[in-house]
């Protein structure tokens, strides 16, 4: 069973930057995915950014090139340098991860295709 931490929450003020890590128990053999998710009060659980065992990226729109997901060499810490930071960034930040049939997969940031999740970290941009 894949464990995942996440470490590095916190709040930041509107504009400044916040990085995110997470910790995986073990490396994942094959195609599998990684990914940043995130969940404000009252709202759905959306993908952030994600990550596939090629290191390709991908990344919700609205992010605007503000969001950075990285893995180490390892594979067994996942990434996310946030910068210019939203009162609307304002959510529980979720690590994940899954083995996938293809790559492609990943680009999708839909939570059905990660198997393992963290406890989340909170992030908080008060206006």
């Known amino acids: 069973q894949v464990q995942l931490q996440e470490s590095g929450g916190g709040s930041v003020q509107t504009g400044g930057s916040l990085g995110l890590s997470c910790t995986v128990s073990q490396s994942i053999t094959g195609s599998y995915c990684m990914g940043w998710f995130r969940q ?25 090139g503000r969001f950075i997901i990285s893995q180490d060499n390892a594979k067994t810490t996942l990434y996310l340098q946030m910068s210019n930071l939203k009162p609307e960034d304002t959510a529980r930040y979720y690590c994940a991860a899954g083995r996938v049939v293809a790559n492609w997969m990943c680009s999708r940031l839909r939570s059905i295709d990660y198997k393992f999740w963290g406890q989340g970290t909170q992030v908080t941009s008060p206006h």
């Open 40 to 64: 404000a009060p009252g709202k759905e659980r959306e993908g952030v950014a994600s990550i596939d065992s090629r290191g390709t990226t991908t990344y919700l729109d609205s992010m605007e």
